[in-house]
């Protein structure tokens, strides 16, 4: 009998959800200053091109966001915000904020904005990774141009992945912020809520940043207490996905509550309550009779909502 690691499963959930198609080989050990004119030296090379919240894609309803150097070039890609991402299938792949018009873009590409390229699969799905890793570490820079420690403006290192202070010579990486989405159920209901931006009908998991010093799942327990006054039990992991708003990752969790009485925080959430099994299979299939629905199919919350149907428990 084959060898089974916890009885996992064979494809693991987070495979399934949006901006997890990620195949780029980052090198992370063995990047250099380099590395970025080295990649712009290859003419196979591609680079992807983001600005104003948006992405660019070329081509029909399944496009592409990687650009060739030479159809790039006139999309004013810009030096010194040029990051390098890795090698996809041997080919170098970058990232750069464009300094073209987006409203003067020609009739074959157009801007998107980061959520619908995913929401409706306008590239393919390691592209929608490869987007997440660029928009995150893109983003990252514009927020960190100047040391902590002194204020002193930082240099770009390593490609985009590091910047240096000149000054007290303080080295800043990357940053991801982590957050606990979690589908709180109690015997054969779920607790679902919205906020005042959502969508119209639009019903989701609850979610909060994790704090320092703190673990997963008191993060669930913790979050779910503030926005519900809910005690929450056991919790089990899930899946996790990629979030590039702006650079987090969204660990998500299955938590049951020890009670169905609950109180929302009207500060953070507009409405939420206890959802059938029944009812929630007519929000994912977007035939709810009252117009209900949970978030896009790539979103973890999606995912989290349809494994809870699922499991029949």
């Known amino acids: 009998m ?65 650009f060739s150097l030479p159809d790039a070039t006139a999309l004013l890609p810009a030096p010194d915000k040029t990051i390098y991402l890795g090698t996809q299938d041997d080919v170098p792949i970058l990232a750069s904020i464009s300094g073209f018009d987006f409203a003067a873009l020609p009739d074959s590409i157009k801007a998107f904005d980061y959520r619908s390229v995913y ?14 890793q660029a928009v995150s570490l893109l983003t990252w820079h514009e927020n960190h141009k100047f040391c902590g420690r002194c204020g002193t403006e930082t240099v770009m290192r390593d490609g985009g992945y590091r910047r240096t202070c000149p000054n007290c010579e303080a080295q800043h990486f990357p940053r991801t912020d982590p957050v606990a989405i979690m589908m709180v159920v109690h015997e054969d209901k779920c607790l679902l809520a919205r906020g005042a931006h959502f969508g119209p009908g639009m019903y989701s998991c609850l979610a909060g940043f994790i704090e320092p010093g703190e673990t997963i799942e008191n993060a669930v327990r913790r979050e779910t207490f ?13 899946a996790s996905q990629p979030w590039p708003f702006p650079y987090s990752l969204m660990i998500g969790c299955h ?7 609950f109180t929302l925080d009207k500060a953070e959430l507009e409405d939420g309550r206890w959802f059938s099994r029944e009812e929630v299979v007519a ?11 949970t978030p896009p199919p790539g979103a973890i919350a999606a995912h989290l909502i349809r494994s809870w149907v699922q499991s029949g428990v």
């Open 226 to 238: 503030e926005e519900t006054n809910l005690p929450v039990g056991r919790v089990l992991y899930h």
């Open 119 to 132: 929401t409706q699969g306008l590239v393919p799905p390691d592209q929608l990774g490869a987007m997440a």
């Open 2 to 66: 084959p060898f089974r690691l916890f009885d996992a499963p064979d494809m693991e959930p987070s495979h399934f959800v949006g901006f997890a198609g990620n195949r780029i080989n980052r090198h992370s050990e063995k990047r250099n200053d380099d590395v970025v004119a080295t990649a712009l030296a290859n003419a196979n090379a591609r680079i992807l091109l983001t600005g104003q919240g948006q992405v660019l894609v070329m081509g029909g309803d399944t496009g592409s966001a990687l």
């Open 255 to 261: 938590a049951e509550a020890l009670s169905d009485e």
């Open 283 to 293: 929000m994912l299939d977007r035939s709810h009779p009252d117009g209900l629905m």
